[in-house]
């Protein structure tokens, strides 16, 4: 079925149909979150506020073709609220009592045996730190396994473009992960 097919049938009742949707675009959904709040677990839940939201407002989507699109545009908002809800939450440095410290505010890692999962947080570190269209492009890419020809679609630019990005951020990424190796 098509995505279109897939909200009529949405409309109409079958709710296993949305499920459908959801499967189809969730990882993306999840990449335009995390490439925006550029923390995992926070990525994870927003893509799924997005999913609830996009299924309780589907009677006001105007082309259903265009669904994953529209999911997309609802991912970004959710994230934004995310980002604008945090900076009224967060507590400057400045804010710290005489009786408390920077390091009470700074979670620790304690130490994890395994390399790989200490390489991949580093990575993820470097990933988040990119600027944003490079890192909404890795991310998307690996994701999602989009092609260039279907990433370039989806954000609206050439094939070319996204492999631009994709080859920046690849290099961006290896200077940046040899550095922290040098050290």
Known sequence: MTDAELVGATLAGARDAFAEIARRWAARVTAVCHSRVRRADVADDLAQETLLRGYRALHTLSDPAKVGTW?????LRASLDWLKARERSTLPFSGL?????ADSFVSRDQGDPAADADEQRRLMAEVEGLPEQLRQA??????????YRELGELLGVSAATINAR????????????????AV
Request: overall charge positive.
């Open 166 to 181: 994709l080859t920046k951020a690849r290099n961006l990424l290896r200077q940046r992960l040899g550095a922290c190796r």
């Open 138 to 147: 890795v991310m998307l890419y690996y994701y999602d396994d989009l092609s």
């Open 71 to 75: 999911l997309m545009g609802i991912a």
């Open 97 to 101: 009592g005489a009786d408390q410290s």
